[in-house]
């Protein structure tokens, strides 16, 4: 059970680093020895057009690419300097500290705010108290935006709130279980502007408690949100490339790379 001790504000997120990661499906590899470091205290873009491996990439962190069946992979991600393929590794202790926050805002429908929220303890095996799970529910409610407007409705199901607060509601069900990396593939493509704008806040302020890597197709977010990026490219029908990675501010306004350039600047 998480306490407000392990929200302390001290705590910077964990290093995330991917070192010469491979993948395939079946015999086509999607990714080319990739390596990236994602520092804790810090947001990382993945940007580049469709099809060119940045979601491959994000489930290869926690290790839902293996969920595929044709699916393989090389190289190693270390959280923390342990690899989290390690044989014996635990699975479920990997996907608690790597929590991902999809395109599409999954909360269980069904289910209520307030279990949507402490629905991930289950998967931990944490035990919890009735006010210790109002507690958490509350601050995490909190910590993604999203506690005002729904304080008063905790008991309605997930899948009555809009498109905006489910995927806020899905932030902080990720929270619930203290993850030290929030990996979000388009958390806000499906999302209107003021929506989008709130869970843009909303990594803002979690960033200097959790490491985050997103991968988005906005350009102004990439650049607000992010302090490093790293742009994907497939080039001659091989997707999976990193092309350039590095300071936010150097990948906008001088990049190295001319493709870098031309993406950035929308002239794809
Ligand atoms: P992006 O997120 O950048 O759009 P993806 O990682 O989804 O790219 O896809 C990278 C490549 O892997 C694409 O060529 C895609 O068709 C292929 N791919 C993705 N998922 C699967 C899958 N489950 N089975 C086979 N090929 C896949
Ligand atoms: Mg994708």
């Not at 499906?25 to 205290?41: A, D, E, I, N």
């Not at 393989?72 to 929590?99: C, F, H, K, N, Q």
């Not at 958390?187 to 929506?195: F, G, I, V, Y």
């Amino acid at each position: 059970m998480p306490t407000d001790e392990d929200f302390a504000d001290d705590f910077r997120g964990s290093e995330l680093e991917a070192v010469g990661v491979s993948a395939w499906f079946g015999k086509r590899k999607v990714l080319q020895r990739v390596s990236l470091t994602m520092p804790p205290g810090s947001v990382t873009a993945l940007i580049g057009p469709s099809g060119c491996g940045k979601s491959t990439f994000l489930r290869i962190l926690n290790r839902m690419h293996e969920l595929v069946a044709s699916a393989s992979l090389a190289g190693e991600v270390l959280l923390d300097g342990v690899d989290v393929y390690e044989p014996g590794g635990r699975i479920t202790e990997t996907r608690r500290r790597i929590g991902m926050v999809f395109q599409k805002p999954n909360p269980f429908p069904a289910m209520s705010i307030a279990d949507n929220v402490t629905a991930g303890l289950k998967l931990t095996g944490a035990k919890a108290s009735r006010d210790e799970k109002h507690h958490l529910i509350e601050q995490c409610l909190t910590k993604a935006g999203l506690w005002k407007e729904v304080r008063d409705r905790l008991k309605q199901p997930g899948g009555a709130l809009s498109g905006g607060q489910q995927q806020r509601l899905c932030i902080a069900r990720s929270l619930a279980v203290r993850p030290d990396v929030l990996l979000m593939d388009e958390p806000c493509s499906a999302l209107d502007p003021t929506s989008t704008r709130r869970i843009e806040e909303t990594i803002a302020e979690l960033r200097d408690e959790v490491t985050i890597v997103i991968v988005t197709h906005n350009m102004q977010q990439a650049a607000r949100v992010s302090q490093q990026c790293a742009f994907f490219l497939a080039e001659d029908g091989t997707p999976g490339q990193i092309v350039e990675a590095g300071p936010t501010r150097d990948i906008f306004d001088d990049p190295v790379d001319p493709r870098t350039a031309d993406y950035v600047n929308g002239r794809f």
